[in-house]
């Protein structure tokens, strides 16, 4: 069992910055997959970003591609998201979220596990 608590969010200007960190317990952290979804008032959940186990593998939704970052420290079982150039439109509720590696699936798909979310506000 994997638990994560994210951490982060707030309310910040259009062109600001905010990094959004994921805690997880247990001993198992460095062997999943890793990745942060997006939910707006009114949509569907959509996939921000996803980082392999090891952190060779990174991927990312075309809309945030450039602007965001996401990485891990496996040392600390904390992944990250730093948002940079933010938008408007990047106002949700941001989730991380995990699964193991006998989850044969896509970047987008097979999460296990998922946090709480943290609201993330960006002002125009």
């Known amino acids: 069992q994997v638990q994560l608590v994210e951490s982060g969010g707030g309310l910040v200007q259009a062109g600001g910055s905010l990094r959004l960190s994921c805690a997880a317990s247990?001993?198992?952290?460095?062997?999943?997959?890793m990745g942060w979804f997006r939910q707006a008032p009114g949509k569907e959940r959509e996939f921000v970003a996803a980082?392999?186990?090891?952190?060779?593998?990174?991927y990312y939704a075309d809309s945030v591609k450039g602007r965001f970052t996401i990485s891990r420290d496996n040392a600390k079982s904390t992944a990250y998201l730093q948002m940079n150039s933010a938008k408007p439109e990047d106002t949700a509720v941001y989730y991380c979220?995990?699964?193991?590696?006998?989850?044969?699936?896509?970047?987008?798909?097979?999460?296990?596990?998922w946090g709480q979310g943290t609201q993330v506000t960006v002002s125009s």
């Open positions: 979220a995990a699964k193991s590696p006998r989850v044969v699936t896509g970047p987008r798909s097979g999460y296990e596990y």
């Open positions: 980082i392999s186990w090891s952190g060779g593998g990174i």
């Open positions: 247990g001993r198992t952290f460095s062997t999943y997959s």
